[in-house]
């Protein structure tokens, strides 16, 4: 397993970063796997996600690798999968979060992001014909369960966005790490800006996750994977 994971680790990345917005969030913790609950995949905090959304990531993300010419093996389909369904999960715990801080994401904000879709423009303009027929034929949804997918989506990057503006890099902090990297300060002024946002990437992981591990001890997350690949 660990040679497989060297092998694809980043292609992986690449296919779950191409669907999702970056999930900087490990350790997500332990799932109830419970019963049947209606066609859903997981619950997560009473709000259900359907199979069917899960399906249409997974289909989308192996069709990814056959794009590029990689072999869809029965252990790169089941950790396809398991990342799918990790960041689903995520994104509903994200988005759950911003909804109780207070958070919205406006019509329009989704109206504008829909309209300068490539895939849903014609001649250069949006086209409600080219974006009904792609929101069918790519992901099997309705335009209004697309734009709701999309909302929730955005709802949880503005959760990440307010963590993000909540991590501070001291000038005394930047220094110091630079010294540790290069055994002096020759260069520094110059490289001050690329250091500092690494710490500030590095602290952001980090509280990230520990906000993460703090949001799955009070949301049950009820998992119904098994269930539905066996087809009950």
Same mark, same amino acid.
């Not at 072999?71 to 909804?99: H, Y």
């Not at 250069?124 to 069918?136: H, K, L, N, T």
């Given at each position: ?60 993300? &192996? ?12 252990? @790169? +389909?089941?950790?396809? !999968? #398991?990342? %799918? ?55 099997? &949804? ?12 955005? @709802? +949880?990057?503005?959760? !990440? #966005?307010? %963590? ?69």
């Amino acid at each position: 397993m660990i040679s497989f994971f060297s092998k694809y680790r980043r292609i992986v990345f690449l296919i779950t970063v191409s669907i999702f917005l970056v999930g900087v969030f490990v350790g997500l913790g332990a799932y109830v796997f419970t019963g049947d609950s209606m066609g859903a995949v997981a619950d997560v905090g009473g709000e259900k996600i359907p199979y069917q959304s899960f399906l249409n990531q997974v289909n989308r993300a &192996m069709n990814g690798f056959k794009d590029s010419n990689t072999e869809v093996n029965e252990a @790169l +389909a089941r950790t396809i !999968k #398991q990342e %799918v369904f990790r960041e689903m999960v995520i994104e509903e715990l994200l988005s759950q979060q911003a909804s109780d801080l207070g958070m919205r994401v406006p019509d329009f904000e989704v109206a504008v992001e829909v309209q300068n879709t490539e895939a849903f423009r014609e001649n250069g303009a949006f086209s409600p014909r080219a974006y009904y027929q792609a929101v069918y034929n790519e992901f099997q &949804m309705s335009p209004s369960e697309y734009e709701a997918w999309r909302k929730k989506a955005r @709802l +949880a990057s503005k959760f !990440k #966005q307010f %963590v993000y503006t909540s991590v501070k890099v001291t000038p005394e902090e930047a220094a110091a790490y630079y010294m540790a990297k290069n055994k002096s300060l020759k260069g520094f002024e110059k490289e001050r800006a690329k250091y500092t946002d690494e710490i500030a990437r590095d602290k952001f992981a980090n509280l990230a996750n520990y906000l993460l591990r703090q949001l799955t001890t009070r949301q049950e997350i009820k998992s119904y994977l098994e269930q539905r690949e066996q087809g009950r």
